[in-house]
């Protein structure tokens, strides 16, 4: 069935680190991609999309790239900042309209 | 502020009781779907609503049930509550319910506590 692996966290970085969270996707047909941001007490809140194949998301300073071949699409950011510490869901939407989200990696930024 | 509104945003309850949880989606958002977040079961979809229709169903129990009124707020219904229904609840907001979908809009939670 359709699912979305994302790596184990906790991540632990110090600010201005480069950071990756790998996602993979497995789904027919061909799925929307999204990863979602949550703070501490927080919902969850969309931060960046992409809806077909190569398509790159981007959004305060977070990248992602839709990559059909290795059915990836791992989150990126160059330099981060204490205030990116939250839980990064990566979450993708069927042909057939359901949304299925990963487990969610924790990432906490040290000054 | 999302604008997906929900209350209570803490509720603590015992075992066998009855909840209510609310919803009011982001204005002009038709579709409202239902989460539950454990620290064991992550993020799991309970139910949806299209324009005070159920719409699909996810992981729900038998004890639990929803409904989206009229003016599109929509309730959750807990009953026979267990130790293992405390969790985050979360309602999100669409615009649609298929075509364009551009990502869900959540709200900030309602954290049940059953003792």
């Known amino acids: 069935g359709d699912s979305v692996t994302q790596m184990e966290g906790p991540v632990t970085l110090s600010e201005e680190a480069f950071l990756t969270i790998n996602c993979t996707y497995t789904?027919?047909?061909?799925?929307?991609l999204f990863w979602y941001v949550q703070y501490p007490g927080e919902g969850l809140q969309l931060l960046l999309k992409?809806?077909?194949?190569?398509d790159k998301g981007s959004n305060k300073g977070f990248e992602a790239t839709y990559r059909k071949e290795t059915t990836s699409f791992h989150l990126e950011k160059g330099s981060v900042q204490v205030s990116d510490s939250a839980v990064y869901f990566c979450?993708?939407?069927?042909?057939?309209?359901?949304?299925?989200f990963g487990p969610g990696t924790s990432l906490s930024v040290i000054p | 502020d999302s604008g997906v509104t929900q209350t209570p945003k803490h509720l603590i309850t015992a075992t066998g009781q009855r909840v209510t949880l609310r919803c009011s989606p982001r204005?002009?958002?038709?579709?409202v779907y239902w989460y539950q977040q454990s620290l064991d079961q992550g993020l799991q979809f309970l139910i949806q609503?299209?324009?005070?229709?159920?719409?699909a169903k996810g992981n729900i129990l038998e004890r639990f049930s929803a409904q989206q009124f009229p003016d599109l707020h929509s309730e959750l219904n807990l009953s026979s509550l267990e130790l293992g229904d405390s969790a985050l609840y979360f309602c999100?907001?669409?615009?649609?319910?298929?075509?364009?979908?551009?990502?869900?809009?959540f709200g900030s939670g309602t954290r049940l506590t059953v003792v």
């Open positions: 999100a907001s669409s615009v649609g319910n298929q075509g364009a979908f551009s990502g869900y809009t």
């Open positions: 789904a027919t047909g061909y799925p929307s």
């Open positions: 992409a809806t077909k194949a190569d």
């Open positions: 979450a993708l939407k069927t042909s057939y309209d359901k949304v299925i």
């Open positions: 204005s002009g958002d038709l579709s």
């Open positions: 609503y299209y324009n005070g229709e159920e719409r």
